[in-house]
C-alpha cells in the first residue's frame, strides 16, 4: 500500500485538517513553518531537510504549499512529489474551478487567509521591518507601502468566520494604515481537497523519483506523469 505524507506550510494548518476530515483522509502531516517565507533561502533547506529526513516507505508526497517565491526550484524528488501548479499559498486558495491558475492574485491587492488577521497584520510587519530605520525613511517607506497596494482581500473560503466584525477589525485598521480598500474575494478549499483524495488533475504536476520539481512545469507545462 502507499505510504502518503503532507509536507505542509503551518499556515494551511486549518485548511489542511478540513480537507482530510471532508475527504476521510489521515495522512500524517509534516509542517514547515509559515515564518520561513521570509526568505527563499531558508524554506528551501527547510524544505530540502523534511524531504530528506522522510523514512524510505514514504512513496508519496503531497505539497500542501505552492512555488513560493522559488523555494521549490529545482527539488529533486526521491519519493513521489504532488504540486500544486501555484505560484503560492494564496493562489491556492484563490482557486473555485478546475481550470487551472498559477497566479490568480491582482496587482496592488493584499490577502488575508489567516485564522487571526491581527497576529499578521501588515502594519505590524511593517514595523518590525523598519525597526531599525529612521524617521524620515520610515516615512518614506509606507508612503511606498501605501502606493504599491490598494486593497486588501479577504479571501471567503469557508473555513473561517471572516464576516465576524473581530475578524475584520484588524484587517480595516491595516486598510487605514495603508489608505486602501477592504474586499472580500471568493476562495476555496477544492486544491488542498484534491490534493489530499487523489484527485490529481491538470491543477497538479506529478513528479516521480528522479524527477525535478521546476517552476516552468508548474506555471505552463501539463502534469508530469
Not at 84 to 107: M, Q, W, Y
Not at 123 to 152: A, C, L, N
Not at 187 to 215: A, H, M, Q, Y
Request: glycine share 8%.
Amino acid at each position: 500500500m502507499d505510504q502518503t505524507v503532507i509536507l505542509a506550510c503551518s499556515s494551511f494548518r486549518d485548511y489542511i485538517s478540513a480537507a482530510q476530515q471532508k475527504m476521510g483522509t489521515h495522512h500524517p502531516v509534516v509542517w514547515l513553518d509559515e515564518k520561513l517565507h521570509r526568505g527563499p533561502k531558508l524554506m528551501r533547506q527547510a524544505i530540502l531537510d523534511a524531504l530528506g529526513q522522510l523514512p524510505e516507505t514514504i512513496e508519496t508526497v503531497l505539497v500542501s504549499m505552492g512555488f513560493c517565491g522559488g523555494s521549490w526550484a529545482d527539488i529533486p524528488a526521491r519519493q513521489r512529489i504532488v504540486i500544486p501548479r501555484a505560484d503560492d499559498c494564496v493562489s491556492i486558495l484563490l482557486h473555485t474551478t478546475d481550470r487551472h491558475g498559477f497566479n490568480l492574485k491582482e496587482t496592488g491587492h493584499l490577502y488575508v487567509k489567516g485564522p487571526d488577521p491581527k497576529a499578521a497584520s501588515f502594519k505590524s510587519i511593517f514595523e518590525r521591518m523598519t525597526v531599525s530605520v529612521d524617521e524620515p525613511t520610515k516615512r518614506g517607506y509606507h508612503r511606498q507601502w501605501q502606493d504599491s497596494y490598494s486593497h486588501i482581500d479577504v479571501i471567503r473560503t469557508g473555513i473561517y468566520n471572516c464576516d465576524s466584525p473581530d475578524y475584520l477589525a484588524p484587517v480595516r485598521e491595516d486598510a487605514l494604515f495603508l489608505d486602501a480598500e477592504v474586499g472580500m474575494v471568493s476562495g476555496s478549499n477544492t486544491i488542498l481537497e484534491k490534493l489530499v483524495s487523489g484527485r490529481w488533475d491538470d491543477s497538479f504536476c506529478v513528479i516521480e523519483p528522479g524527477g525535478r520539481v521546476t517552476r516552468d512545469a508548474l506555471e505552463n507545462g501539463p502534469p508530469l506523469r
